[in-house]
């Protein structure tokens, strides 16, 4: 039986990841009206001895601007073979504000174009590793459908 992923659901979500470098990993796509809270991410390294770089790409509310870089973590040194976990929980959504011009500041009309996400531009969670290292990533979610 599949899992209901209509308007109105809420599920918990994992994924796995192998032998992730020092490209972009996108560890979560957004999608429109959607909101993910993160609960955990255990980080193992394969190979190497180095950092694993968690960030949201999506719209910075400070600024108005939307692909902004959001960075998360960096891991610190992670030994060959040793495990590293994030379980600090945060959510963010899957889609950028309504409102693309301008800061959220104390407006509370822009704090809710930030809550519809009725921007043009998806944000995602992804991570990078070091040059060199090579390292497995888990991931666990909940995943909550708004459409």
């Known amino acids: 039986m599949a899992?209901?992923?209509?308007?109105?659901?809420?599920?918990?979500r994992t994924a796995m990841f192998n032998n992730v470098t020092n490209s972009?990993?996108?560890?979560?796509?957004?999608?429109?009206?959607?909101?993910?809270?993160?609960?955990?991410?255990?980080a193992t390294s394969v190979s190497g001895t180095g950092n694993i770089h968690g960030y949201i790409q999506g719209y910075d509310s400070l600024g108005?601007?939307?692909?902004?870089?959001?960075?998360?973590?960096?891991?610190?040194?992670?030994?060959?073979?040793?495990t590293w976990v994030w379980n600090d929980k945060f959510s963010f959504t899957g889609f950028q504000s309504t409102d693309e011009s301008a800061g959220l500041g104390t407006d509370g009309v822009k704090q809710n174009a930030l809550a519809d996400q009725g921007g043009a531009a998806q944000q995602y969670l992804a991570v990078d590793a070091e040059s060199g290292d090579n390292i497995d990533v888990f991931i666990t979610f909940i995943d909550q459908n708004n459409a």
């Open 24 to 42: 972009a990993c996108v560890l979560i796509s957004g999608e429109q009206h959607h909101i993910y809270t993160i609960l955990s991410l255990v």
């Open 64 to 82: 108005g601007t939307i692909n902004q870089t959001q960075h998360l973590f960096w891991s610190g040194s992670i030994s060959e073979h040793a």
């Open 3 to 12: 899992i209901a992923r209509g308007a109105g659901t809420e599920i918990i």
